[in-house]
């Protein structure tokens, strides 16, 4: 049971790496607009793993284990590509915004934890967090940078 849960956490070996190559790719061949559509679609493929997980816990552990470790490379790839786009949210203010993004995702694991979970399984809380999940991965649509552009638009925006 030990070496099958710890298959999640062993997909940080590469799988953010992975991420941060795919952002790099599409940032050479798009622009900033490449980045952000990358992190748009490896969160969307995230949620649909998430989505497979919470269906297949009536396949067996085979299933489970095989759907867990697909879930978990985009779960890590989608960090890497958002660390794409960390160093051009604030030029001024880098070392800030990297603190935010590195120390949010431990805050937010613990809050949700807290949320869904208290002292016993919750049925209810897979289908609530994928609807959360969803809903938070659209706000990347609504992220603009003025020095790069946005989904739609590449390069300097004027101001608001």
């Excluded at 985009?74 to 949210?89: D, I, M, N």
Aim: charged share 15%.
């Amino acid at each position: 049971a030990g070496l099958l849960s710890s298959l999640y956490g062993l997909m940080n070996l590469f799988a953010r790496s992975i991420g941060g190559l795919m952002s790099d790719w599409a940032d050479a061949r798009w622009e900033m607009r490449g980045r952000l559509w990358c992190l748009w679609i490896i969160q969307t493929l995230e949620g649909v793993a998430f989505v497979l997980r919470v269906r297949a816990k009536k396949g067996g552990v085979v299933v489970c284990v095989a759907i867990m470790v697909f879930f978990s490379l985009f779960v890590q790839a989608a960090e890497g590509a958002s660390y794409g786009v960390v160093p051009l949210v604030s030029f001024e203010a880098l070392g800030v915004v990297s603190g935010m993004i590195g120390a949010d995702g431990n805050l937010r694991a613990v809050i949700n934890a807290r949320l869904w979970f208290r002292g016993h399984f919750e049925t209810d809380a897979d289908r609530v967090y994928g609807h959360l999940h969803h809903s938070c991965r659209r706000l990347v649509f609504l992220l603009v940078l003025p020095r790069v552009g946005c989904h739609v638009v590449q390069g300097r925006l004027p101001p608001l």
